[in-house]
Structure formats: structure tokens, C-alpha cells
């Protein structure tokens, strides 16, 4: 299965026929009447799916139940519906995070291509991710010196003024820097620079 679409809209006739219309397309669906219900069955982040959110729904609204998932730190990705072309309920649910903001009525090669393109950004995202664990664990198997010698070599100091700060030789450097490179799984300088950049090391409040 490429995925479990939750469809959440009050409107029982246009659950069944998108519900029809997802399986059809190979989808698992889940369906739910209002933004609570979504809530009360729980998530399951770490299967592959997104949100079909109605933008209007009673109780809960569509961007108040964005609101509450963002603050729960879901990664499902939100698609919003609406029967209502509104231009600032879109740009907010944009701003906030939301893959796309389709109005009703949504053809089936509109929805899927939207569908397609959330998942395929899950996807990624998780990717991201899991490099940026890898990234962590390699960093953890640094000794203290290596660590050093990481943190001047991305921040462009050359081996001499890098033995200079540490009060060591450049040949000892040239070591450390040979070490850091291969634990960290870096074959240029500039593939180690990116690494630091993705673990926060050249944040300019990090000194």
C-alpha cells in the first residue's frame, strides 16, 4: 500500500465517494466526521499517510486541528479542502506548514497528484532526518581532540593556525583532521563543512 490517507470532513456523502475514489487508487483510508474524532482514535506517525483536513468542519475547525498537531509535533502532512476559494484561510494554512489548499469540487487527478506530492515530502523529510541521526551518532564517536579539530577545519582554519590554537603540531592535526574525516563519513571538506551545518556547529551563537 503507498499509504493511509485520513479523511477528515463533516459531509457523510463526499467521505464515502473520496474514501471509493482513494481505494480505488490503491489507498488505505480512515475516515472521521469531525477534527476530535481524528484526535480520539490517535496517531500512528510512523506509517507513511497524510491528512485530507475540510477547512470547515463543526467544533474543531480544519486550521485549529493543524494548530494542535503542529504542537504535537506530527509529521502526517495536511492537505486542507474547501468549498470556499478564501484567500487568507490559504495563505495561513501555508504559512503554517499545510501541502496544499484544494477547493471543492477536487477532480480525482487534482487530489491524487496533491496526495502524491505530500507523501513523496514525508518521504524526504523522514530521509532528512534519519541522515541527521547518522550525522549525530557519527559525531558522538569523536574524541575530544577530534571535536576540536572538527569545529576549526569547518570554520576554514588551515592545519598550521589550527595547531597553533590547540598547541600542537601540524602533523598531529593532519592526523586528527584525517580521523574526524573518516568517522564522520566525509569525503571533501565541503561534504564535512554541510555536515556541520546540518548538526548547527556554525551557528553563529555557537562558539
Not at 504559512?95 to 496526495?115: N, R
Not at 583532521?177 to 554541510?194: D, F, I, P, T
Amino acid at each position: 500500500m503507498p499509504g493511509l490517507v485520513h479523511v477528515v470532513d463533516d459531509d457523510p456523502s463526499f467521505r464515502t465517494a473520496i474514501e471509493r475514489r482513494l481505494k480505488l487508487a490503491g489507498y488505505e483510508v480512515a475516515t472521521y466526521a469531525t477534527a476530535e474524532g481524528f484526535l480520539d482514535a490517535g496517531l500512528d506517525d510512523a506509517q507513511p499517510g497524510c491528512i485530507l483536513l475540510d477547512v470547515r468542519i463543526p467544533g474543531l475547525s480544519g486550521p485549529d486541528l493543524q494548530g494542535r498537531l503542529i504542537a504535537r509535533g506530527s509529521t502526517l502532512p495536511i492537505i486542507f479542502l474547501t468549498g470556499y476559494a478564501d484567500t487568507p484561510t490559504t495563505v495561513r494554512a501555508i504559512k503554517a506548514g499545510a501541502e496544499d489548499v484544494l477547493t471543492k469540487p477536487v477532480s480525482s487527478e487534482q487530489l491524487l497528484d496533491a496526495i502524491v506530492r505530500a507523501l513523496a515530502q514525508q518521504n524526504a523529510a523522514r530521509a532528512q532526518h534519519g541522515k541527521l541521526e547518522t550525522f549525530r551518532a557519527c559525531l558522538a564517536t569523536l574524541t575530544r581532540r577530534e571535536r576540536q579539530v572538527f569545529d576549526f577545519i569547518v570554520r576554514g582554519k588551515i592545519n598550521k593556525q589550527t595547531a597553533h590554537e590547540l598547541g600542537t603540531t601540524e602533523r598531529t592535526v593532519k592526523a586528527h583532521r584525517h580521523q574526524v574525516m573518516e568517522k564522520m563519513q566525509a569525503h571533501s571538506l565541503a561534504e564535512l563543512v554541510s555536515i556541520a551545518e546540518r548538526l548547527g556547529m556554525l551557528d553563529p551563537s555557537i562558539v
